[in-house]
């Protein structure tokens, strides 16, 4: 049994900063992607960016160079910093945990109940 838990979304002006934390607990294996996904109304869910154990890291061009993703492998948490926020960022974050286990080729994934981020005047 897996969960994920997120905090820090909000309302936020155009250019702001926004924070979003995740903290994963429960049985998982060590050799994770934790990541960050978003949708926005009408649309698809899609990668922010997802960072690997060693801190290797993935980011959809749209957020590069404005989000910066980071994990803490201690206390199981995975994070979003967002700056310079555009009302296109505006959706529901999720946090997503996927790994397979040794043995296995099957994927398995894990989500938070999402976290809406609105960037508005």
């Known amino acids: 049994q897996v969960q994920l838990v997120e905090s820090g979304g909000g309302l936020v002006q155009p250019g702001g900063s926004l924070t979003l934390s995740c903290t994963a607990s429960?049985?998982?294996?060590?050799?994770?992607?934790m990541g960050w996904y978003r949708q926005a109304p009408g649309k698809e869910r899609e990668l922010v960016a997802d960072?690997?154990?060693?801190?290797?890291?993935n980011y959809a061009d749209s957020v590069k160079g404005r989000f910066t993703i980071s994990r803490d492998n201690v206390k199981n948490t995975v994070s979003l910093q967002m700056n310079s926020l555009k009302p296109e960022d505006t959706a529901v974050y999720y946090c997503?945990?996927?790994?397979?286990?040794?043995?296995?080729?099957?994927?398995?994934?894990?989500w938070g109940q999402g976290t809406q981020v609105t960037v508005s005047s």
């Open positions: 429960g049985m998982f294996s060590s050799k994770n992607i």
């Open positions: 997503n945990m996927r790994w397979t286990w040794l043995g296995r080729k099957d994927e398995i994934t894990r």
């Open positions: 960072i690997m154990r060693g801190s290797t890291t």
